[in-house]
């Protein structure tokens, strides 16, 4: 079995043992028939930037997130989510990627041999353009209900390494702890499981 075909195993399995409200099951038929969720990159250059890339950085943050809301200081600080919100905020998080990166070709020269190649990499073409946190919000809103705590974890998972008013990301973390736990699981996996290519 491949690694997509791996990781796309397991997020199902996550999915469906965990994320049971209305809709669910609509928003499941639709990653795996309907779009590229599975096969796409999670970025152009970076982390994630080879076929399913998406679907492993998703996973990634899953793990990442739950291992920090069992951790003592999450635990102390009385972070407790169910898994159903868990897993609909870590392994839904980048939805917006869908349908935006595209295989391009580009001619590079080997160093070894001195001989240009063609080689490809992934280009990023965004077909609805309404922002990041927010367009997956917008996205999966179209299938099921979420919590407001749930909206701006979503919205505001980039932290203050997004274009956000820093204010505003300040404030959504005081006032909904969630999203900062997904912040902080998203920045683990990006800048330390994964990494740039």
């Known amino acids: 079995m491949s690694a997509v075909e791996t990781n796309k195993a397991r997020f199902t399995k996550i999915f469906s043992e965990n994320i049971r409200r209305e809709g669910a099951d609509r928003l499941l038929e639709y990653l795996t028939t309907g779009c590229d969720f599975f096969t796409c990159p999670a970025s152009a250059r970076y982390h994630g930037a080879f076929e399913g890339g998406l679907c492993a950085h998703s996973l990634n943050v899953y793990d990442c997130l739950v291992s920090f809301l069992e951790s003592k200081a999450a ?6 989510y169910s898994p159903d919100t868990v897993a609909t905020v870590s392994l839904l998080h980048d939805v917006c990627k869908i349908g935006c990166y595209k295989v391009s070709y580009r001619n590079v020269k080997d160093d070894q041999h001195n001989v240009w190649q063609r080689v490809p990499f992934y280009e990023f ?71 740039k290519e």
């Open 75 to 80: 635990k102390d600080l009385g972070f407790n």
């Open 125 to 195: 073409s965004d077909p609805m353009p309404y922002g990041h946190g927010e367009k997956s919000v917008y996205m999966l809103s179209g299938y099921l209900r979420l919590t407001r705590e749930e909206a701006f974890a979503i919205r505001y998972h980039m932290g203050f390494s997004g274009v956000e008013e820093k204010r505003d990301v300040g404030a959504a973390f005081e006032k909904y702890p969630l999203a900062y736990a997904l912040s902080h699981a998203d920045m683990m996996a990006t800048f330390f499981l994964e990494g």
